[in-house]
Structure formats: C-alpha cells, structure tokens
C-alpha cells in the first residue's frame, strides 16, 4: 500500500490534574487509507478526544504527544497553530454531533458555506456561491437557493446536519472526522447522511473517520472498525466481523443491546474488567 | 389507568398556532406498559406533557385512574399517582442539591413521614447504596443519575410513571442496566409505564404494546409481538421498523 492518508502511533492526550496526570488517550496507533473508519466506544472512551488531537483541537492544559501523527508523510503533531489552521478545514476536516451548536446562529446559511469555502480556496463572491449551491446540491438539499439565504434555526435538524456536511466539503479536504454526526438525527435523516458520506468516500477518494457510540450503525457503515475502552484501543477488525469480537468488551457492548429480533427478559449488564484498561488482547492482526 | 381521547395539543395562537398533536386517543390497562415512538416532533414527547400538567393548551379528554384532568393544574393527589421521568439526568436533577436534598423534598412534598427510612429504602430501590445519599449530582455518573432521578419518582410511590426517553441519553452498557431496572420494579411495584422513545427496540424491550405517531397523529397501535414480526399496517411504521434493524 502507498502512504496512508494519515499514520498515528502512540498518540497521547494528557490533563494535568490536582491527583496527577489524567491520560484521555493512552497510546492509540493506526492508519487510515482511503475508508470509512469507525472509532466506537462509551463516554469517556477517548474516541472524540482522538479526534480533536488529529485536528489540534486540544486546548492546554491539555497535552497531545505522539511518535508519530502523519498526513501524506507530513508530520502535524502540534504544528503552530497558524500552519494548522491552513490545514484544518482545507485537508482535514470535522463534522460535530449537534448542528445547533455548530453553525453561526447569526450568518445565513450561504454566507457560511461561502466563508468557509473562500478562506481557504480564495477566490471571489461568484465562485463561493456557485460552489456552495454545488455543495448544497451534492449533500441532496433541495431548493438550494432558498436555503442559502436562510438562518440556522430556520432549518431542521437534519438539513442542519447536511448543511454542516456541506459547509466541510467546500473546500475539498482528504480526510473528514465526523464525531457521532447522526446522533442527534432521526432514523430515516440518517439513512440520508450516512449516504452523502458514503458517496464521498466512494466518489471523491476521501478518508473518513466515523466516531460513534452506535455499535450496529458502524458495524452496517464502515470498513473498518476501532474499539476504544478507557483511553485505548482494545480491539481492531473489519465491521463484517464486529459480532464476532474477540474482546469481552466489545462482546459485552453487543450483548447489552436490545434487539427486536431476539427479546430476552433480562439484558446482560456488562461486568468491566480492570485488565481492560491495560492488558493487550493479543497482537493485533495489521488489516 | 389511563384513558386519552380526542386529545389535541397546540403551542401558540393563529396565525403561527402549530397543532403539534391531533385526535390521539389510547387507553392503557393498570400494569401495562405503554409505548409511544416516532420521529423527532411526531409529538410523542408533547402527549407526555400534556398528561403530566406541564401543557395547558390543549383539549380532549385525559383520565387518570378514573378521575377527568382539565387544564395545567393537577392537584396533590394527581402527583401521588402520576410522577414523570425525564430524558436528560443532566438537566432534571439541580447541581447544587445533594441526593438527599432531591428525595427529601419530593417526599416532604408527598407529606411523607418517616423521611430518613424511606430515603434508604429508595437508593435500595434504585440499585445506589447509601453511600450515594450525600453525593451531588456532578460526583454520579450519568445512569447513576438516572436512577436518582427514577427514585424521586418512586418517592410519591405512584401507580403510573411517564418516562420521556429515560435511556437515550445514556451509554449502552448503562441502558441495560437501567432498562432491567425499569422491568424490576414495574413487577415489585406492580406500576404501569408510558414510555416516549425513538428506539423501537428499546421500546420492544419495555413495553407490551405502542401507538406509533407521525406528524402529530398516531397512525397505528400494535402489540410489541407485531412489532418485532415488523407487521404493521402502515407503511410508515413498516419504513420505521426497517430503519431501525
């Protein structure tokens, strides 16, 4: 295989605290190719601090160290953040969990996709406009024209979410980090999301890493799968065979779900291990 | 338990009045646990609302344990009856009460007696020792939480809980363990359930039977045996079931 789009050994995310260091992310590794990697785990987990230490999210007093955080060969591990911002938004790119949250509740739709299309492609009004119209097409809104000139909370949660989807690919980056981007979306909506991605996986070459609590919903969309427990990647393996996961962790997230199709009286609650925290599975096969 | 009928629910006035329920009707037997799913704004959520008095624009017939409600005002003796459960345990419980304080003044508030005894009996309830009684809510974890939130409920020892997606808020791991706890005490205390929830297999786990609501109109009612057959009549719910797998 050529250079992956983005190589991560060892990354660390450390808090100082009063009792000690607190480690959110305790030694991660692996490689995304042109895929759709999902990271699962609980709260806590680490999936989304894994996140914001690849886009140089992590506010001190928090401390990202890593042996190695690639993109295309080139390190990023805590650029200056006036070279990472050319980076962000341009090469990699984040889509958040709630689009409430995330869009300016003061800037029309339009203007925002538009901003951030010109600030890292340049270029004049015309060309941002007619490229947001693209991307608004391409993230399937209809009427595109009326909703560029719409207010955030003028729109629905999905189309919210779309827009934020849209607002992210203007500017054509190689790798897009969507932490649980369907969350807060109803079912049919998402079957409509996780499409847009889909195809731009598929269509544009773009890596994509896919946060999520949902187990089920990563197992059916993505290639491949990273389990996090406590800061760690406990488990690695093809979504095909997410049910049959080696780690009692993992094993134990499966079973704790209810499922129409096999009523049970009682769920099985899941008895957490101490030896989760550190022991190693078993050397992880390199997928 | 429960009878609805007729039940519409607006917020605001002509000509921005939006019906956000419309001719919903349902009865609920006592000890059965009742679904209610749909999409975000099918109105789920509002119906619950409206039952519990928090909703006053609203008419139709609600009767609770035979007795008609009118309006927003319930009085004491609704409240020993009915109690709620809400989504979110970070919102419902306030930061600066201990769990003491919370059960305390529900049970004050219930005219209880004997205030120190019934708290213990209610962390046992829950699943929390007493060592959880003077915790405050930023020292629970998140279903910990929940289950404070569930023994402020029980603290009126009511006859039917409404639960506004008591679980979503919530890791897996946790939903199971607050999903059992739910079936536990619905036996011991032989209580009937509403439940609100977009997860149908959530809802499957719960319930015995559920009305399944789109754009503010419950569309169908089917036992949760139908439900995971995927039988519905409708479309719509045929198209909800088969997301959801």
Redo the contacts between chains.
């Keep these: 295989m050529s250079t992956p789009l983005l190589s991560v050994k060892n990354l660390c995310v450390t808090f100082a605290s009063r009792r000690g260091d607190f480690q959110a992310v305790r030694g991660v590794s692996f490689e995304l190719g042109r895929e759709r990697l999902g990271v699962v785990g609980?709260?806590g987990s680490g999936k989304s601090m894994t996140g914001r230490a690849i886009l140089g999210l992590v506010r001190p007093p928090g401390r990202v160290t890593a042996d190695r955080m690639e993109l295309e060969g080139q390190s990023i591990l805590n650029l200056p953040e006036r070279r990472m911002r050319k980076l962000r938004g341009s090469r990699i790119s984040m889509v958040m969990q709630d689009p409430k949250f995330s869009l300016n509740p003061v800037m029309t739709v339009g203007d925002q996709i538009m901003e951030s299309y010109r600030l890292h492609a340049g270029g004049g009004r015309a060309a941002a406009r007619k490229k947001a119209l693209e991307m608004l097409n391409a993230v399937r809104i209809r009427d595109p024209e009326r909703v560029m000139d719409t207010y955030p909370h003028e729109v629905s949660?999905g189309m919210g979410q779309r827009i934020m989807i849209a607002m992210m690919l203007a500017p054509d980056p190689q790798i897009l980090i969507a932490d649980e981007p369907t969350s807060a979306l109803?079912?049919?909506?998402?079957?409509e999301v996780l499409n847009i991605m889909d195809g731009l996986v598929r269509d544009r070459g773009m890596g994509l890493i896919f946060i999520s609590?949902d187990?089920n919903l990563v197992a059916r969309f993505c290639d491949r799968v990273l389990i996090m427990y406590a800061g760690r990647v406990v488990e690695s393996l093809p979504a095909r065979d997410l049910h049959n996961a080696r780690h009692p962790y993992t094993q134990?997230?499966l079973r704790?779900?209810?499922?129409?199709?096999t009523?049970?009286?009682?769920?099985?609650?899941?008895q957490r291990e101490e030896s989760w925290r550190s022991g190693e599975l078993d050397p992880l096969p390199e997928t | 338990m429960l009878n609805v009928s007729d039940l519409d629910v607006w917020f605001g006035d002509p000509p921005d009045r939006v019906d956000a329920v419309r001719g919903a009707a349902f009865s609920v037997a006592q000890g059965e646990s009742f679904g209610l799913v749909g999409e975000s704004g099918s109105g789920k959520s509002t119906i619950l609302r409206a039952i519990a008095g928090l909703i006053d624009s609203w008419s139709g017939q609600i009767e609770v344990d035979g007795r008609q409600i009118e309006g927003a005002r319930r009085d004491r003796g609704f409240y020993k009856t009915v109690q709620m459960v809400f989504q979110d345990p970070y919102a419902s419980l306030h930061p600066r009460h201990s769990v003491d304080a919370v059960l305390s003044e529900a049970l004050r508030l219930q005219g209880m007696g004997d205030i120190d005894r019934r708290i213990t009996r209610l962390l046992e309830d829950v699943g929390l020792g007493k060592g959880f009684r003077f915790r405050y809510p930023h020292q629970l974890s998140g279903g910990q939480r929940q289950r404070v939130a569930i023994a402020r409920a029980l603290a009126a020892e009511p006859r039917l809980l409404l639960l506004d997606e008591p679980t979503s808020a919530l890791d897996v791991s946790v939903q199971a363990e607050i999903l059992n706890l739910l079936k536990e005490l619905r036996e011991e205390h032989g209580l009937t359930y509403v439940m609100v929830s977009h997860d149908l297999a959530v809802v499957g786990h719960i319930c015995d039977r559920l009305a399944v609501m789109q754009q503010g109109e419950i569309v169908e009612i089917m036992s949760v045996d139908a439900l995971r057959r995927g039988a519905g009549e409708q479309d719509y719910t045929r198209h909800l079931i088969a997301a959801s797998q």
């Design positions: 609980e709260s949660g109803d079912v049919s909506v998402r079957g609590h187990l134990g997230l704790s779900q209810p499922r129409l199709d009523p049970v009286e009682r769920l099985p609650v899941l």
